[in-house]
Structure formats: C-alpha cells, structure tokens
C-alpha cells in the first residue's frame, strides 16, 4: 500500500474519530453549577476542549489505521470473509 493511500484513509479515519469522540468529556453548565449567559442553550458545553479532542482522535486514529494497514497486508479479514450470502446458501 502507497503511504499517499495510508495518509488518506489516517485522515478520513481522524475526521470520524473526531466526531465519535466530541461528546466524550463534555459537561453543561448546570452539571458544573456555573451560571449560564442569558440566551444561552441548557445543552451548550462549559468545558469544551478541542486539544484533548484533537489528541484523542489522534491517538485513535492511527490505532485504527494501524489495523487497517495490518489487515490490509496480512488479510485477517477478506472479502469472502464478509460475505453473508453464503450464511443463507
């Protein structure tokens, strides 16, 4: 596999781990007893830290992608593995 193909499916993997990840961590205002601004939404976070978030998909990420590449090169899992057609056969 090219490293060109290895950084694309590294960030569409981080960009989905990124996403899996935002509500992880994230607490409101009243679960943290501080005082919300006027017209502000009950669900708005009050420690929201994209860092950590961004950390964390890191970390994830290149786990899953690791894996990925493993498979990939070794084929633990194939395509015929995945076939379910063959359960009803």
Same mark, same amino acid.
């Given at each position: 596999?090219?490293w060109?193909?290895?950084? @694309?499916i590294?960030?569409i #993997? &981080? =960009?989905?781990s *990124?996403?899996?990840?935002l $509500?992880f961590g =994230?607490r409101t205002?009243? /679960?943290?007893g501080?005082?919300? #601004? $006027?017209?502000q939404a !009950?669900? +708005? $976070? @009050?420690?929201?830290r994209?860092g950590? #978030?961004?950390?964390? *998909?890191?970390?994830? *990420?290149a786990v899953?992608t *690791? ?5 990939? /090169?070794?084929? &633990? =899992?194939?395509?015929?593995?995945l !076939? #379910?057609t063959?359960?009803? +056969?």
């Amino acid at each position: 596999m090219q490293w060109t193909s290895i950084l @694309a499916i590294y960030f569409i #993997v &981080w =960009v989905m781990s *990124a996403f899996f990840l935002l $509500p992880f961590g =994230v607490r409101t205002h009243d /679960e943290l007893g501080l005082d919300r #601004v $006027p017209g502000q939404a !009950d669900s +708005a $976070p @009050a420690n929201f830290r994209p860092g950590r #978030v961004a950390l964390r *998909a890191t970390i994830l *990420a290149a786990v899953l992608t *690791a894996l990925f590449v493993l498979n990939y /090169e070794y084929r &633990w =899992v194939d395509a015929e593995d995945l !076939d #379910v057609t063959r359960l009803f +056969a």
